[in-house]
């Protein structure tokens, strides 16, 4: 029986419970960057209501970031292995309430700087990542389906909940709305507790893959069993055992045997020790196998019990049927041990051995570092060529692909764009991204393009816009900026995660979504004080959107390299497959 086939087939891949992780994902998803994106109406607020500086709630935000990046590649590739991702998007569910409920009664600005920079940092790096990874545990065939519906729900949360807050804060006020926005961060325990691990399938298919199991080995143990009588005595010196040729005297001790085991076995239960059911033994061997001076130090009683339980767990596992012949004294068996025992004591471990075993202990205590360092750092997925290229597009492209658009209404500002109007452009830029994630849907459903040259042709476009920025002049022209950002941007957010999977490998996807992460945080977390070094030296936001352009280029020329060499690979990977079939087809000639 194919044990891991049938695992697999007992999965529900592309099925069942996989459109529920769909669904929460898609719900974890609104929540988290629903909230994130409404912090810009809070921006404001906690200005007018601490009479801060634009300085210290921005730092707050670089602080998140840099949470964000360092948690999350602990997070997927060494903290997965002790909790599964069910239990840290639930727990980013708590942090996320903790840190809006301290938002509301804040006795100092300062105080934004754990709320909003560290325990919303924690939420994005709990919920964010682990989410992904097992949305795409859970999806082969339609995985890029699954990540553009899923991140459908990141571009409702960004219309849904800034128009809610804002509601909120006219109603209730900021620190009544900030309370009520807490009590809705809760609902990130409703989406995570659907997010069942696949290790609940592995416990309930193993139970009878494991029980079929034993029963072939227990089959296939009696047959290879060949019916031998172990007689109680023999006289000194003559064999111990005889081997009986007459079927028929064979046939009536083993089953004699059996019925002796069986009785013995209802009276005296397996689990308890069978020291007292040892007797002497009388070697029938030669007297010279017998130890000269019969050894009675304490030391080998546990050596003795240990042997004893060691032999009950092999009768447990015997089933009493068939020819199998049982010795007919366990005496003779711990006997046996015993003297077994008394040899072993005759050894003597030497000094430099010790020593010896010393310095292998602390290599092994080195290794066992380095291991877990590497596993840490995920150097694992660093070995894989491909995937040091994707980090080239991960760190050039999150700039463009994120961060920029917030730069937006202000360079709006600077070409003389009306105030209303420098508004409407955020408005385009929420339409565009959920539209383009509904085209986004069709196209990955029908797999009419591949995933990973869509994100190419997303980055180079928004290259070509930012290039463009130094001749906007109107209302018109943001426009079609507003327009290419909104829809392109999506692409990126939508397909990495299920592009990524197809470059690592599933065994090593969460260690190489926390090195994307890494790489992000710390291209957000240098790309902010750039862009506004930029414009303080040329007093105008447009150099900005031109570093951010060249960036974007990196990415996309980095991003095409990585599908020309993934296709190369495909192809000598078919070749390789083709010349074993023609060699494995080709007549032997002898």
Known sequence: MDTDRTREELYPIDRGWAWVVLFACFFEQLLLIGTHASFGILFNEFQMAYS??????????????????LLSLFILSIGSRYLSNRVFVMMG??????????NAFLPDISYLIL?????????????????LVILGKYFKKYRGLATTLANVGASSGIFIFPLVLRKLIDSYGLQGALVIHSGLLLNFLVAGSLLRPLSFYDKRSMKPVAKHKRKEESEKLLQDQKPVIVSESQPSGQPVSNIIDDSDKVQGTNQNCQNSLKDFLQLHPMNDSLESYTRNRTFSDSQKERPKNRITNDHLKPEMSHSTRSLNRVLDRVVISGDLAVASSIGDISGSV????????????????????????????????????????????LKIRIFRIWLVVAFFGILGAAQIITYIPPL???????????????TIVGASDLAGKFVLTIITFFNIFPKDIMIAVSLWMIAAVFFCVPVFTDFSHFVVLAAVLGSCTGVYFALFPAVMADLVGLENLSGAMGLTMLAHGFSLTIGNPILGAIKDTTGSFVGSFLYTGGCTFVSA?????????????????????????????EPCQG
Do not use: W
């Open 52 to 69: 801060s500086s634009a300085t210290i709630i921005s730092f707050s935000l670089s602080v998140q970031t840099i949470v964000l990046s």
């Open 93 to 102: 569910g708590l942090t996320s309430f903790a840190a809006y409920m301290i």
């Open 115 to 131: 709320s909003q920079g560290i325990l919303f940092g924690l939420t994005h790096a709990f919920a964010q990542g682990p989410s």
């Open 338 to 381: 015993y003297s077994v025992s008394g040899s072993k004591s005759e050894v003597h471990v030497k000094p430099e051995d010790q020593n010896t075993n010393s310095v292998e202990e602390t290599q092994e205590t080195k290794d066992r570092v380095l291991t877990f360092l590497k596993e840490l750092i995920g150097l694992k997925c």
């Open 412 to 426: 709006a500002a600077e070409k003389g764009v009306d105030k209303s109007q420098r508004v409407f452009l955020l």
């Open 557 to 585: 020329l980095a991003m095409t390299i990585c599908y020309l060499y993934g296709k190369k690979m495909k192809r000598h990977t078919q070749n390789r497959h083709d010349v074993i079939e023609i060699v494995a087809d």
